[in-house]
């Protein structure tokens, strides 16, 4: 079996501390759509630990086989190349993780009806199995249902200010539609749905290449490298961003806690940062002589974005713990060591 990266390594030993003793999913079995994923791989890592069986589901689009190569050979783990809306099975599951689909805007720009049908067929085909094996099923939303939100922070009962025609709809409004796919399944058949939005999240593992850069990966990646830093606009938006240590952690407890079915959770870290912050805070972290530029804006391209994240504290006790600073180090030298490998 490969290594782990020692960053990934540590990682993953901090998170069960966070939940030692917790059993809710020891000997159970548990389907993660999207499972070579950023979010979903780390979510495989951690059920696996915590002694679950794991399925991980994955068409490749986005996600990659060396997220979770170190586990082909587990006994607990089995890996299924499968497109999410051609997925049919006679399989038990306890728990479901519906968690893909594309998620950075450059690259479902690229494929946005690709997009659309992971989080609509795709999310008819996992609630259908839900369904049938009673399972608790977690669907992986986004911030992005808020489109350009007037309320910041944003709680969970804020409708949203979506432009449904325009060039981040296919994200936007598929994650929308999942969501009241989700909440149909729960009010017409009882199905344990729970549903989370996911605001911006880094660490090992967000890929850093073409499309699929990031702001995090992306200006990580062009600091170490020595190349212009590429803030779109004059830089004053600001997202707030959450290490995938904490989040990981969130969506878990989302999973298994009771509590929370046919609830909506956001998860994610309520520090709010510019981009220029970021970009300036990356640039110092990693020592870099690059030159941070300004590009164009992009369109509909979110002002603000920050959560309230009080329901999350209050039904599942949890808020992040990582800092900014602290998780820009461990993905910067996760990512370094990739680049020199
Ligand atoms: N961004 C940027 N340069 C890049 C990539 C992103 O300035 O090379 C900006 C982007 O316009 C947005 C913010 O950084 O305002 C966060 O972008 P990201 O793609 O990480 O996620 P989003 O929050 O837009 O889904």
């Given at each position: 079996m490969k290594r782990l990266d020692p960053v990934l390594e540590e990682d993953t030993k901090r998170m069960l501390v966070d939940l030692e003793g917790d059993s809710a999913v020891e000997g159970r079995s548990v389907l993660v759509t999207g499972g070579a994923g950023f979010l979903g791989s780390w979510l495989c890592d951690l059920l696996l630990k915590l002694g679950a069986q794991v399925t991980c589901l994955d068409n490749f689009?986005?996600?990659?086989?060396?997220?979770?190569?170190?586990?082909?050979?587990?006994?607990?783990?089995?890996?299924?190349?499968?497109?999410?809306?051609?997925?049919?099975?006679?399989?038990?599951?306890?728990?479901?993780?519906?968690?893909?689909?594309?998620?950075?805007?450059?690259?479902?720009?690229?494929?946005?009806?690709?997009?659309?049908?992971?989080?609509?067929?795709?999310?008819?085909?996992?609630?259908?199995?839900?369904?049938?094996?009673?399972?608790?099923?977690?669907?992986?939303?986004?911030?992005?249902?808020?489109?350009?939100?007037?309320?910041?922070?944003?709680?969970?009962?804020?409708?949203?200010?979506?432009?449904?025609?325009?060039?981040?709809?296919?994200?936007?409004?598929?994650?929308?539609?999942?969501?009241?796919?989700?909440?149909?399944?729960?009010?017409?058949?009882?199905?344990?749905?729970?549903?989370?939005?996911?605001?911006?999240?880094?660490?090992?593992?967000?890929?850093?290449?073409?499309?699929?850069?990031?702001?995090v990966s992306r200006f990580i990646s062009q600091a170490l490298r020595g190349d212009d830093i590429t803030v779109y606009g004059d830089g004053e938006q600001t997202r707030s961003f959450c290490y995938v240590t904490d989040m990981t952690v969130g969506l878990y407890l989302m999973l298994t806690r009771e509590g929370?079915?046919?609830?909506?959770?956001?998860?994610?870290?309520?520090?709010?940062?510019?981009?220029?912050?970021?970009?300036?805070?990356?640039?110092?972290?990693?020592?870099?002589?690059?030159?941070?530029?300004?590009?164009?804006?992009?369109?509909?391209?979110?002002?603000?974005?920050c959560p309230d994240i009080s329901r999350a504290t209050e039904l599942l006790g949890w808020r992040p713990r990582v800092s900014l600073e602290d998780g820009l180090r461990r993905t910067v030298e996760w990512l370094k060591r990739k680049i020199e490998s």
């Open positions: 689009s986005s996600g990659r086989l060396d997220n979770v190569s170190h586990l082909l050979g587990h006994e607990r783990f089995r890996l299924v190349k499968q497109d999410v809306t051609r997925f049919e099975c006679n399989d038990k599951y306890d728990f479901i993780v519906h968690a893909a689909s594309r998620a950075s805007p450059e690259d479902y720009q690229i494929h946005p009806i690709e997009t659309m049908l992971a989080n609509s067929l795709g999310s008819l085909k996992v609630l259908e199995v839900a369904r049938r094996c009673d399972s608790k099923i977690l669907y992986t939303s986004t911030s992005e249902v808020y489109g350009d939100a007037k309320v910041i922070p944003t709680p969970e009962d804020y409708w949203g200010n979506v432009n449904p025609i325009g060039p981040r709809s296919c994200y936007d409004e598929a994650k929308r539609f999942g969501e009241a796919l989700f909440m149909s399944y729960y009010r017409k058949y009882g199905v344990d749905v729970r549903i989370a939005r996911i605001f911006n999240t880094y660490g090992p593992r967000l890929r850093e290449d073409s499309a699929y850069g990031r702001a929370v079915k046919g609830q909506v959770v956001n998860l994610g870290n309520p520090r709010e940062t510019t981009i220029n912050e970021l970009a300036e805070l990356i640039k110092r972290i990693t020592n870099s002589r690059s030159r941070i530029v300004h590009l164009p804006p992009v369109p509909d391209d979110p002002r603000r974005r």
